[in-house]
């Protein structure tokens, strides 16, 4: 029986590195890092019914929000490969007040901080709905040598060198974006390796979906719910209606937008105008990954990757996705 060759994460990125003569591995090995994190986390998640894991771990996070012990384990997870890492001075985390500067030596001299959501949709966790970790890289802009500083982490993102997520879906896939461009892998839980299965992703120009929580419609603006109406008016000729598709954990909803085209919607409402999704670690990595799969990510007024960040935690109104229906929804949001 013909067996096709095996890519694995690890074989991909110095094969993409080895296009970069000048490069280091210093990134390849910091995403190899990353998806180690990943296997760690996905090993719990998919025992979490079966062992003291579950239900909230009691604390709260910087967002107030009540933390699950997932959502401790992931982002301890993250935290002590990537200290221990040759390759980052630091991170910053959805779950942490404040950044972390690593502070031996090999980090001092590390070229690049990372981001993360360690587990996006956790309110998912305990009804088994595909949840998610988030990451983002920068090169840092503080000096070698010395520790991280908080400029690194505010970086906009425009500046990120690579982002991606793991989703701990019906399989669990890790999914990165450079320059270069999108590519996924899906693990095999028989060798415990991410395996490449979906080579230079493309988000569709259009798609079939809107994705948002529509719940929220008391709070939207009129062009919000004018764009609502365009979304549900019987078109047949232009696709239209959409269908609605929602899952409420944004790993989950993107990597549909990702593969399937459509879009996503979290927007500024009445009681929040700079909705409820994070700059840092949730919307400027998905907007650095659709936009590299050729799809748009807007604030509603502009490029998202080119907000300049005044605060870590701070968070932004987001309309991602296929890049006709992106513009189409910003005429109405405007
Ligand atoms: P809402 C999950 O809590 C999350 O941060 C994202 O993963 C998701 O897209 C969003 O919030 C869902 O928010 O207000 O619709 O429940």
């Keep these: 029986m013909q067996t096709s060759k095996l890519i694995t994460l690890d074989e991909f990125t110095i094969m993409e590195t080895r296009k970069f003569p000048q490069a280091t ?3 390849s090995s910091l995403l190899r890092d990353i998806g180690l994190a990943g296997k760690l986390v996905n090993k719990q998640v998919r025992r979490a019914g079966l062992v003291d894991i579950l239900g909230e771990y009691g604390a709260t996070n910087v967002q107030g929000e009540s933390q699950m012990k997932l959502d401790i384990f992931a982002n301890e997870a993250l935290i002590n490969i990537l200290k221990y890492s040759t390759d980052c001075a630091g991170i910053a985390s959805e779950e942490n007040d404040e950044y972390l500067a690593f502070d031996d030596t090999f980090s001092a001299n590390s070229k690049y901080v990372v981001l993360f959501d360690p587990l996006d949709g956790s309110s998912n966790i305990d009804v088994n709905a595909s949840i998610g970790t988030i990451f983002s890289i920068y090169r840092r ?8 500083t908080i400029e690194d982490f505010t970086q906009p993102g425009n500046r990120q060198m690579a982002a991606g997520y793991i989703i701990y879906g019906s399989s669990t896939m890790f999914v990165y974006a450079t320059r270069l461009g999108v590519n996924g892998f899906t693990l095999e839980p028989s060798i415990g390796e991410f395996c490449l299965s979906h080579a230079n992703m493309k988000c569709p120009e259009t798609g079939k979906y809107y994705s948002l929580n529509q719940g929220n419609t008391c709070k939207y603006s009129e062009g919000m719910n004018a ?6 008016e019987n078109k047949k000729e232009e696709n239209r209606p959409y269908g609605l598709r929602y899952i409420g954990s944004m790993v989950a909803d993107m990597h549909r937008t990702l593969i399937k085209g459509g879009i996503f919607i979290y927007p500024g409402d009445k009681s929040n105008v700079n909705g409820k999704l994070r700059l840092m670690y949730e919307c ?3 907007a650095f990954i659709l936009e590299a799969a050729g799809g748009v990510a807007s604030w509603g007024g502009g ?3 080119d907000i300049n960040p005044t605060e870590l935690h701070q968070r932004t109104p987001i309309f991602i996705g296929s890049k ?7 005429e109405f949001a405007k």
């Design 284 to 286: 400027n990595p998905m």
């Design 227 to 232: 764009y609502l109406d365009y979304c549900m």
């Design 324 to 330: 006709n229906m992106v513009n189409k929804a910003l």
């Design 303 to 305: 490029n998202i990757m």
């Design 141 to 148: 802009v503080s000096e070698l040598g010395k520790p991280c």
């Design 25 to 27: 591995g210093e990134l």
